[in-house]
């Protein structure tokens, strides 16, 4: 009998980096632009997909979503309600959204027929961080009641992200909310990253945020069209 | 399980690399190793988490640099602000310390 060491260099997180793979082929490959919203519990992501999705659909944009929770589809209910497609992934005992989960919701839906696909993660900002679930776009939130130094305090969520989004921006005052700090501090984690400041509640700000979903969608198009 | 893949009869030790980004807690994966691997081939075995920094590229510097401070993503040198990592979310299986049939 021999003792050896054996080398592996396999990533823990392989199979759902390769099924995140997958799933970004099949949206590049049907022309859905995928966001993945992380913020910590009580955030407003909620409130801000469904206005999201309300001036999306008003518009004439075909956009749906994936909401997860540990448990209650409340905020599917809530979601669905603007009359975009919604479903609700329930994780139970997981703290994070995987790879897997978004492809096994997906089953059904036809992707050529979407242009946008928002998937709400678990409330958390530490472990959604790891699991890449074939977004285009990761946007970290953050609102004016939790202090401007939550970025500096995960960093590691906050550097995996490409957008950033500050809500609750109409209890700024109230809350003696340091908009510079905030600014500085994602700055520090995470620079050049673009930063939206909304009330989902009062509007402030959401014109703005739905304009560059627009503009996204142009340049995708622009892009793809250029590569056939 | 990778072990038996390798046709491992015994692992004495598991390596993992763990970048400081990779929101995993030492602590909290040593402290559950022992009940995670029990009546598994991993049972009795040891795990030996190796820690690795943030490295991030500066391109006014044109090299790899390792990050200190985990709440400023800036060149330790220049301070150049970076949005290019290199090295940090990591969370890696490195090797395992096995015992094996003698090859004939």
Redesign the interface.
């Known amino acids: 009998?021999?003792?050896?060491?054996?080398?592996?260099?396999?990533?823990?997180?392989n199979k759902n980096d390769e099924l995140a793979a997958t799933l970004r082929e099949r949206f590049t490959a049907a022309g859905v632009i995928a966001f993945n919203l992380v913020s910590s519990p009580g955030t407003g992501k909620t409130a801000f997909l469904e206005k999201t999705l309300r001036a999306m659909r008003e518009a004439g944009l075909r956009v749906a979503a994936l909401v997860g929770d540990l448990e209650t589809d409340n905020d599917a209910r809530r979601l669905a309600s603007s009359g975009a497609p919604v479903r609700q992934i329930n994780t139970h005992r997981c703290c994070h959204l995987e790879a897997a989960m978004i492809a096994e919701h997906l089953e059904g839906w036809d992707l050529n027929e979407l242009d946008y696909l928002f998937i709400e993660n678990v409330g958390n900002l530490?472990?959604p961080?790891?699991y890449d679930l074939g977004e285009k776009l990761r946007i970290a939130m953050l609102s004016v009641t939790e202090g401007e130094d939550k970025p500096?305090k995960y960093?590691?969520?906050f550097?995996?992200a490409d957008i950033a989004v500050i809500t609750k921006m109409d209890l700024a005052e109230a809350c003696d909310f340091d908009r510079a700090a905030a600014h500085a501090n994602i700055?520090?984690?995470?620079?050049?990253?673009r930063i939206f400041e909304v009330s989902a509640k009062r509007g402030m700000g959401m014109a703005q945020w739905i304009d560059w979903l627009v503009q996204l969608r142009a340049s995708a198009d622009n892009q793809r069209s250029h590569l056939r | 399980m990778v072990s038996s893949d390798y046709g491992a009869l015994k692992v004495h030790e598991v390596r993992l690399r763990v970048g400081a980004l990779a929101g995993v807690a030492k602590d909290a994966l040593l402290f559950c190793y022992d009940i995670a691997t029990a009546d598994t081939t991993l049972a009795g075995s040891k795990l030996v988490v190796n820690e690795v920094p943030v490295i991030l590229y500066c391109s006014v510097c044109r090299e790899e640099k390792e990050l200190t401070d985990l709440q400023r993503f800036r060149c330790p040198v220049c301070d150049t602000p970076s949005g290019d990592i290199r090295q940090g979310r990591d969370l890696e299986i490195e090797s395992i310390l096995i015992d094996e049939y003698a090859s004939t």
Do not use: D, F, W
Request: proline content about 7%; glycine content about 10%.
């Open positions: 009998m021999n003792t050896r060491v054996l080398e592996i260099r396999k990533g823990v997180l530490v472990c961080s790891s500096l960093p590691g969520m550097n995996s700055e520090a984690v995470r620079p050049g990253m």
